[in-house]
């Protein structure tokens, strides 16, 4: 796979209008990450419109619901010909086994191939103290998202999304869930300011520990200059591979 190919970027803007400019500005990205807000805003049709231009896209809605609403909302949103989809691992083994199934025919009845399922390990924006004392998880956060990777695994989900700093201890002690798909925001090159995220690591770094795709939003999208931005990014991450 080709530094260019591992790089997602979202389309974390308002409308469809902007959404397409910005896909047009940068016709060398070929996988897009749809999130709550544009969907939000323009509905299903975007995903339409970058099907058309043979775009991959990332459908990140984060799904947190009881099974059967879970499994709806994936029937359906199988029925687009996503190739990503994601929901929360807090959702349960229940809810995981039932978006499974759920993909399946929805994609099935569309007559295309299923989205590969994302479970979210624990948000970007969480550090370690909210983690402990806001929403009072025991284990410390890397242990956590691993425990959450291994219920992921064992739902039958295609990955993960989870900060890069837990990616590497994700690879080297995740037992069964070792060869698990990992999608890693959070993903900063050092000359870019690191904005809300917590846990944030360069391309290079998040490549080295593990990351298989890298959600890289405003470094690109609101660089001066976001065709050169992405070329940079891409440059790096070649100059660190070879």
Known sequence: MS???????????????????????LPQV??????????????PDILVQLKRREKRIFLDLKFHDIPNTIAGACRAAARYGVDFLTIHATAGKAGLEAAVEAAQQGAQAAGCPPPRLLAVTVLTSIHS????????V???LSDYALQMALLVKE?????????????????RFGGNAQDLLIVCPGVRPSWAAADDQ?????PAQAIADGA????????????PDPVAAYEKICHEISASVL
């Open 212 to 223: 298989n795709y890298l959600v890289i939003g405003r470094p690109i999208t609101q660089a």
């Open 138 to 140: 025991p284990l410390a």
């Open 129 to 136: 103290r909210a983690l402990a004392l806001e929403l009072r």
């Open 155 to 171: 739902s039958g989900f295609a990955g993960v999304v989870c900060s890069p700093q837990e990616a590497k201890k994700l690879r």
């Open 3 to 25: 530094p260019s190919d591992s790089i997602i970027v979202p389309l974390d803007v308002s409308s469809q209008a902007e959404a397409i400019a910005l896909v047009d500005r």
């Open 198 to 202: 917590q846990r944030v690591m360069t």
């Open 30 to 43: 070929g996988f897009w990450k749809v999130g709550l807000e544009l969907f939000v805003s323009s509905g």
